[in-house]
């Protein structure tokens, strides 16, 4: 990739009853668009999406007309199924979580929606392989792996691996 970051397979964590969740499925990682909601990619970058990856379904993260850079649909073509569900970064994703201070933090019932409409896209095969990111592939990005590898059987010290693998890219 020359200008997309962050980007990793969620494929190959083994899972606690032995199994392998299976590569070329699913994709995370930062942003794809600029500012202007156009591509932020290359013509290479495009060319490893659509045509190695085969991407057919993107879910974005990002809250419309905060820091979305105008996104409203698929920098992957028109074919590509686009899905927007917006998440603040840094929130519980639990109802019954709550922080007082140093910072206040709730789960928002936003949030909790925008969890359901991720799984409702992934519970499409018409989606696959899908790309899902927000800008960094961090925060909103990693706390979607961790629940989508969590679900699969991925041991929680795996889960936190590949959250904290970001740390890196």
Not at 7 to 29: A, C, F, P, S
Not at 111 to 134: I, M
Request: aromatic share 12%.
């Amino acid at each position: 990739m020359e200008e997309g970051f962050n980007i990793r397979d969620l494929g190959g964590w083994k899972t606690e009853d032995g199994r392998m969740v299976k590569y070329g499925q699913i994709y995370r990682g930062g942003r794809v668009n600029n500012r202007g909601g156009n591509t932020g990619l290359s013509d290479e970058d495009l060319r490893v999406f659509r045509d190695l990856l085969g991407i057919r379904g993107e879910i974005d993260l990002r809250i419309a007309g905060h820091d979305d850079g105008n996104q409203t649909m698929s920098v992957f073509g028109s074919d590509v199924n686009y899905r927007k569900a917006p998440m603040q970064g840094y929130n519980y994703i639990f109802p019954n979580f709550k922080q007082e201070s140093p910072i206040p933090r709730e789960c928002q019932s936003e949030f909790v929606t925008s969890v359901g409409e991720v799984f409702h896209f992934l519970a499409d095969q018409n989606n696959y392989p899908v790309y899902f990111h927000c800008n960094a592939g961090a925060d909103r990005t990693g706390t979607v792996a961790f629940l989508i590898n969590g679900l699969l059987g991925v041991s929680e010290e795996d889960l936190t691996k590949d959250f904290e693998l970001t740390s890196f890219s």
